[in-house]
């Protein structure tokens, strides 16, 4: 059993403000042991649920790759580090047979959800596959749908796991803090939600050798639209080639080919 982890900030445990996921503060790097630890308790499931190889992949943020606290890092995986990039989802084939999505968060303008966002909190309102809107796990789960490889396992706030499970079905989540509001939660203490990921993560694996988990796949032809807060992000598109204008904020982008929109974003 082969495992893809894909990590981001804002869903780990106690993460609740922005400046805790922006480098440079005191609470980003405490942040970034949050996140590390409960990838660590999410490796050791896996491991315990009988899975074989694992690789990690830090993909939040202008710093991508480099969020993670190299010093504590587990010794069961292996670790994508560093940037920027020719991919943003890197080393990923279809020799993976499942994925966890760590730490991530709901879409933008998701309610009582914890520093909700598509991709960028600045610049993207709306992101829509084929008119089905989605955030980040709805775009990563569609790039991982393309290797065949499902989602088994989600960590974030409670509205992140909601968000996952209507979209991909009963994957296993870990609810680590539920919102009252953007920047407010109930939250776990870190030391309980790793018990509970760890559980999880050893579900997860055991249920993907019954084949519990399917791959997200999007049908083609593929339309991509995004709708940005201001025409100024979609301006700097305007020349680049097959990226077609529908308004003054929103773009759209048609291809066959799933993975080819996504690279064209940069999103792949
Ligand atoms: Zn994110």
Redesign the pocket.
């Known amino acids: 059993m082969k495992i893809y982890i894909l990590t981001?900030l804002?869903g780990a445990s106690c993460v609740v403000r922005e400046e805790q996921t922006v480098f440079g503060s005191k609470e980003y790097e405490e942040a970034c042991l949050l996140l590390t630890r409960d990838v660590n308790a999410a490796i050791e499931g896996a491991i315990d649920g009988g899975a074989e190889e694992i690789v990690v992949n830090d993909l939040?943020g202008a710093r991508r790759g480099f969020n993670l606290a190299l010093g504590e890092l587990h010794e069961g995986a292996k670790y994508i580090i560093g940037g920027p990039r020719h991919r943003r989802i890197t080393v990923l084939d279809e020799s993976f047979d499942l994925a966890f999505m760590m730490g991530y968060?709901a879409m933008a303008g998701t309610q009582g959800a914890i520093l909700d966002?598509t991709m960028s909190s600045r610049a993207v309102v709306n992101v829509y596959i084929n008119d089905l809107r989605v955030g980040?796990i709805g775009i990563d789960a569609s790039i991982l749908g393309c290797f065949n490889v499902p989602v088994a396992l989600i960590t974030g706030c409670r509205k992140a796991v909601e968000e996952a499970r209507s979209l991909l079905g009963n994957i296993e989540g870990v609810s680590v803090k539920e919102g009252f509001g953007r920047n407010f939660a109930l939250c776990l203490p870190p030391a309980r939600s790793r018990i509970l990921i760890r559980e999880a993560a050893k579900r997860a694996v055991e249920r993907a050798k019954m084949g519990d988990f399917k791959p997200f796949k999007v049908n083609s032809p593929i339309t991509v639209k995004v709708e940005y807060s201001h025409p100024n992000y979609a301006d700097a598109l305007s020349n680049v080639p097959s990226v077609e204008r529908a308004d003054a904020r929103t773009i759209i982008i048609r291809s066959s080919d799933l993975l080819d929109a996504m690279r064209r974003l940069a999103w792949y």
């Open positions: 981001d804002e939040h968060h966002h980040e």
